[in-house]
């Protein structure tokens, strides 16, 4: 696994021989895409690929890691630790992009540069991928929105794409991205097990309307039970088999408590908008309530 040319970078601003072109890139050893910016250079090593900011400041650096993600994982945090003095790490699931796996942030210093740091070891179609992004502090804010927008976008290149987004989707804090795409691949891979686990102690409730009374509520085997019932997740809840997950930003009654709404499909019909809210237990689904959105019929010939 190479992820040095990343450090090496941002510690002595080094020029690499690079494109610069902005859409989207194919990682080929790992078999994902992403998104690259305006006035981004790319660096393709073959076994590792990194993306480097304008002002090379901040870079993104992807490497192959083989078959074995655990191994993988260790080498990545070996390798980091000795590049950034003083970087802490814990480990903790979660999603990059599309891609499912263990993430983990810390600071540090880098050649007497105060720098943060983000790892990852996510599952690729073409086998565990780290995923290191390194930037000088300060810096990493002035590009956080082109560093969420190219990591959100990694995707894999072939097969199963999971798609959660919407304009509302980077505002959400990233346990709430992360419960996001963990619903959604319940949903999507009628993972009924996965799902019951997603939803608040006191069950699921279904309303008419995102002020409506509650129609049932149901939670652990009586959920399972409902779910088999219906003929999977998707159909008990009443959205589509198929399609992009697109969240909003909602608000939790009159507080400013954090809330969202997560829906699937083109938006038009009756549409079924599943309600989370976050706390210091996490980020759980608590209802299930239908809007009827209409149809739009264009504005004809």
Partial sequence: MRTKLAAIVIALGLLVAAR??????????????????????????????????????????????????????????????????????????????????????????????????????????????????????????????????????????????????????????????????????????????AFVKLVGKKGLAFADGENGASSRTLKGSKLTAAIKKAGGVAALLGVPASGAFNVELGQLGESLGLAFTMSRGDGQGVVAHLYAEGGKGGWKLVSVYYQDHGVDEGDGM
Avoid: C
């Fill in 20 to 193: 610069v072109e902005a859409g989207p890139f194919t990682f080929q050893q790992a078999d994902v895409t992403i998104q690259v910016p305006d006035g981004w250079a790319t660096d393709d090593a073959g076994g590792y690929v990194t993306f480097t900011a304008p002002d090379q400041t901040v870079a993104i650096n992807l490497a192959w890691g083989g078959s074995d993600a655990k191994a993988a994982w260790k080498t990545l945090e070996k390798e980091a630790k000795a590049l950034v003095k003083g970087l802490k790490l814990k480990k903790a699931a979660g999603w990059v992009g599309g891609l499912e796996g263990w993430v983990a942030a810390g600071k540090g210093k880098l050649e007497g540069t105060a720098v943060d740091a983000r790892l990852g070891i996510v599952h690729a179609p073409g086998g565990a991928m780290s995923v290191f992004v390194i930037g000088q502090t300060g810096k990493y804010d002035a590009h956080w929105q082109a560093l969420h927008t190219m990591l959100a976008s990694l995707q894999p290149a072939s097969g199963e794409r999971l798609d959660v987004g919407g304009p509302d989707f980077l505002s959400v804090d990233d346990n709430g991205q992360h419960f996001a795409k963990y619903l959604a691949r319940a949903i999507a891979t009628d993972d009924a097990k």
